[in-house]
C-alpha cells in the first residue's frame, strides 16, 4: 500500500488530454513540493517534473504538474503513443525523520 | 554530461552479504545527494534512502531501516547499498540517482539499474 495514491491506469488517444491524479496527506504533499517521473518500458525512470509545475530541461511542455492542498495531478496534453509509459508521483514526507514516499504508479496506454 | 554507473547484475543465495555501486562523474559529486529505488519486478518504485557523499549523512525509508547500508567513498566517487543477509524478497532492480542540494530534491539522473536476484 503505496502512502501516496494514484489511479492504477489511465488512458487516451492521440491528441487527446489525460490527467493523473495523486492523493496524499499534510505531512507529504501538503508541506512538501510534488515530482512527477515517467518510466518508459525496460528503462530507468526519467524526472518529469519537479516542484510541483517545473519541467527539466528537455521536457516537453505537453507535460505539466500542478498541486493543491494534499493532491496534485499530471496533465499530459497532445497525447502521442511515445507517452505510454508508468508514471510516478512522489514527495518528501516530514514524517519519521524525513523520508522520500512514491504512488503505486499510474499506467498510461495510448489506444 | 552527468552519469551514473552502477555495477553488473548479481546472483546470490539466501544468507550471503552483497554491496552494489554506482560511480558519478560529469559533476562535482560531493555536492548533490546520491538515492537509492526499488524496483520488484512488475511493481512500482519504492524509495529507500539518501545519502550526502559530503559528509555522509543519510536518511533511511522505514522500510529499509536496519535492512540495508548505505554509504559512500568520495575518493572516488562511489556511492554503496549493502546487504549482510539477503533474502528472497530481495530480488529486484535497484536504481541509484543523484538527486539535489537537499536530501528533499527530486532524483534528477539516474543509473541504469542493478539487477540483484536471491535464489537457492
Known amino acids: 500500500q503505496s502512502v501516496l495514491t494514484q489511479p492504477p491506469s489511465a488512458s487516451g488517444t492521440p491528441g487527446q488530454r489525460v490527467t493523473i491524479s495523486c492523493s496524499g496527506s499534510?505531512?507529504?504533499?501538503?508541506?512538501?513540493?510534488v515530482y512527477w517521473y515517467q518510466q518508459l518500458p525496460g528503462t530507468a525512470p526519467k524526472l518529469l517534473i519537479y516542484?510541483?509545475?517545473q519541467r527539466p530541461s528537455g521536457v516537453p511542455d505537453r507535460f505539466s504538474g500542478s498541486k493543491s492542498g494534499t493532491s496534485a495531478s499530471l496533465a499530459i496534453s497532445g497525447l502521442r503513443s511515445e507517452d505510454e509509459a508508468n508514471y510516478y508521483c512522489?514527495?518528501?514526507?516530514?514524517?519519521?525523520?524525513?523520508?522520500?514516499?512514491f504512488g503505486g504508479g499510474t499506467k498510461l496506454t495510448v489506444l | 554530461e552527468v552519469q551514473l554507473v552502477q555495477s553488473g547484475a548479481e546472483v546470490k543465495k539466501p544468507g550471503e552479504s552483497l554491496k552494489i555501486s554506482c560511480k558519478g562523474s560529469?559533476?562535482?559529486?560531493?555536492?548533490?545527494?546520491i538515492g537509492w529505488v526499488r524496483q520488484m519486478s512488475g511493481k512500482g518504485l519504492e524509495w529507500m534512502g539518501i545519502?550526502?557523499?559530503?559528509?555522509?549523512?543519510?536518511r533511511y525509508s522505514p522500510s529499509f531501516q536496519g535492512q540495508v547500508t548505505i554509504s559512500v567513498d568520495k575518493s572516488i566517487s562511489t556511492a554503496y547499498l549493502q546487504w549482510g543477509s539477503l533474502k528472497a524478497s530481495d530480488t529486484a532492480m535497484y536504481y541509484c540517482?543523484?538527486?539535489?542540494?537537499?536530501?528533499?530534491?527530486?532524483?534528477?539522473?539516474w543509473g541504469q539499474g542493478t539487477l540483484v536476484t536471491v535464489s537457492s
Open positions: 540517482a543523484r538527486g539535489g542540494e537537499y536530501s528533499s530534491s527530486p532524483l534528477f539522473y
Open positions: 560529469g559533476y562535482s559529486f560531493t555536492n548533490y545527494w
Open positions: 545519502i550526502n557523499p559530503d559528509d555522509s549523512d543519510t
Open positions: 499534510s505531512s507529504n504533499i501538503g508541506s512538501n513540493y
Open positions: 516542484r510541483n509545475n
Open positions: 512522489a514527495a518528501w514526507d516530514d514524517s519519521l525523520s524525513g523520508h522520500v514516499v
